[in-house]
């Protein structure tokens, strides 16, 4: 049993039942963060799992009276940034993973989820219901909807910022009270997922990446299923011709004609959810140029690749990729493949058209043994030169740390965001005392750019959080003013986003 006053325990079974509180060893190890180097450092104490919003409230005035932490999860597959596990150790993870009510606004493109509803079954759900609204979905899809979304997840379609599609929250404050936002503050408003604002100020932002609330509504915008998709998939040789592809696309991505966020990735993002490094070499050392180029001849992919889609009416669709063909006319690409999908064709099957697959989480088996990786992610301005200068630095410390450069740039409207991954095997002890070091050189490497990350791992968010330094961190200051009039007893999400409640600040 875990550490903390049974009589909590108790309390928590006396609402929700005994069976949806769970704190044996081996519940403590399903929450836990499997892709940590040290599954210990973030154990929580087991878990609560209740099924509606009055339970949670209750839940939350008992862990107010008891004193004890909780960390919300919606499904907890954020898997890279901590899992299910929570920041501090012995916090009773509160999963909201029998929350999963879906009502879709059909005619106006929009879904209220709860917390428990996953890509797979918003995606099933519109499948069965014969409903033409298209969702965005991650790499990894097997994660939900709304946990995505609060910690600011990205997709490949045009609806690809997910916190960006957020269009009123229903949310549990930490002392158990429960507010809408946005027009949902009026008793049944009609366009609580309608229209982003309500009156005075606006709360969405405040929730996500933040401990101030448990989510347990979320609207969210849809795509009309487009009567066209096209793009092409384009493949570059040289490490080099990363600027240059970066300074094509940026000004059509700025002028509004490329509405998703392309992503360029690097030979081992492709190669590693398809081979394994042991099938190519038995050498730790740094992969040699002979290994890299029989990778990406056996799999024909380039150094770096980018697939690109317009999505809406065909004429339009057509007419966008003349001006992206002009665009790459005479440019040194390696290869470019067209793709295009009509309405009625069967689905591509793809995140570029909203469906969700898992297969990517098949690079956990790059390096053999238990497998894992850590995302770094900083943003930085859409400059080809500065992506080449990002690039190349960020390589040169794969090298000094002997880790394989493993990254990619997606490009936002107005920004690049370099999500790099270390991909690693927990069993190899020398493999994993490197990295520790070469995650903290990262970010130190970015902070001297004046790039700060966009999401980090849950070992990793009070270095994070010590980055955003403007005026003495104010905005550490901000935070912890909000989190001490929301939550006085420090009882959510202790540590978040390297928000600490008082008594527990260093
Ligand atoms: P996913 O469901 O995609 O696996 P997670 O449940 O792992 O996502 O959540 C991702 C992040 O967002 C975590 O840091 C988690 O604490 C936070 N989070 C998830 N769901 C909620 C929620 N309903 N309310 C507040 N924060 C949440």
């Not at 995606?123 to 909807?145: F, M």
């Not at 448990?214 to 609207?219: A, C, P, R, S």
């Not at 969210?220 to 592809?245: H, I, K, N, S, T």
């Not at 955003?468 to 001490?484: M, P, S, T």
Request: with cysteine; proline share 6%; charged share 20%.
């Amino acid at each position: 049993m875990s550490d903390f006053n049974p009589a909590a325990w108790r309390a928590f079974a006396s609402v929700i039942g005994s069976e949806w509180v769970m704190s044996s060893d081996d519940d403590r190890h399903a929450y836990s963060d499997h892709y940590a180097a040290d599954e210990s450092t973030h154990a929580p104490a087991g878990a609560v799992a209740p099924a509606s919003v009055e339970e949670v409230q209750a839940i939350v005035r008992i862990a107010n009276q008891f004193k004890v932490p909780l960390w919300p999860i919606s499904r907890g597959k954020n898997f890279g940034y901590g899992g299910s596990a929570p920041v501090m150790k012995g916090s009773v993870v509160l999963d909201l993973t029998r929350m999963k009510k879906i009502e879709v606004d059909q005619a106006n493109g929009t879904v209220l989820v709860e917390p428990g509803v996953g890509f797979f079954d918003l995606y099933d759900y519109l499948q069965n219901n014969k409903i033409p609204l298209w969702i965005s979905v991650p790499g990894n899809s097997w994660g939900s909807v709304a946990g995505n979304a609060l910690d600011r997840g990205v997709g490949y379609t045009s609806y690809g910022d997910h916190a960006a599609q957020i269009c009123g929250l229903e949310v549990v404050l930490p002392d158990g009270d429960l507010v809408r936002t946005g027009m949902g503050a009026m008793a049944n408003s009609p366009v609580w997922n309608l229209h982003r604002y309500g009156f005075g100020p606006s709360w969405d932002g405040m929730f996500c990446q933040s401990n101030f609330g448990i989510v347990t509504k979320l609207g969210m915008w849809l795509m009309p299923e487009p009567e066209a998709v096209a793009g092409y998939d384009f493949e570059f040789d040289q490490p080099d011709d990363l600027g240059w592809v970066i300074d094509t696309i940026m000004p059509l991505r700025r002028s509004g004609l490329i509405r998703q966020s392309p992503s360029i990735g690097n030979w081992l993002r492709s190669a590693a959810v398809m081979t394994t490094r042991e099938e190519w070499t038995s050498d730790n050392g740094p992969l040699s140029e002979s290994v890299v180029t029989a990778i990406r001849k056996r799999f024909n992919i380039g150094w770096w690749s980018v697939q690109i889609r317009f999505y809406g009416e065909e004429e339009i669709v057509q007419a966008s990729m003349r001006v992206l063909e002009r665009a790459f006319d005479n440019k040194p690409i390696l290869s470019k493949v067209p793709t295009m999908w009509r309405r009625g064709d069967a689905p591509e099957g793809t995140p570029m058209t909203g469906v969700p697959v898992s297969f990517p989480l098949a690079n956990a088996n790059w390096h053999g043994g238990r497998g894992g990786h850590v995302g770094y992610s900083p943003v930085l301005p859409p400059s080809g030169d500065l992506a080449m200068a990002q690039f190349r630095r960020t390589y040169a410390l794969y090298e000094k740390y002997g880790m394989d450069y493993h990254a990619s740039f997606a490009m936002g409207e107005r920004s690049l965001t370099n999500v790099n991954q270390i991909l690693y095997n927990k069993d190899d002890a020398e493999m994993m005392g490197r990295v520790d070091a070469m995650f903290r050189e990262l970010v130190a490497d970015a902070k001297a750019q004046g790039y700060g990350e966009y999401r980090t791992h849950i070992d990793y968010m009070d270095l994070v959080a010590e980055t955003f330094d403007f005026n003495g961190n104010a905005l550490r200051r901000l935070n912890e003013r909000v989190k001490d009039a929301l939550d006085p007893n420090g009882i959510l999400a202790p540590g978040k986003s390297g928000i600490w409640p008082k008594g527990a600040r260093a």
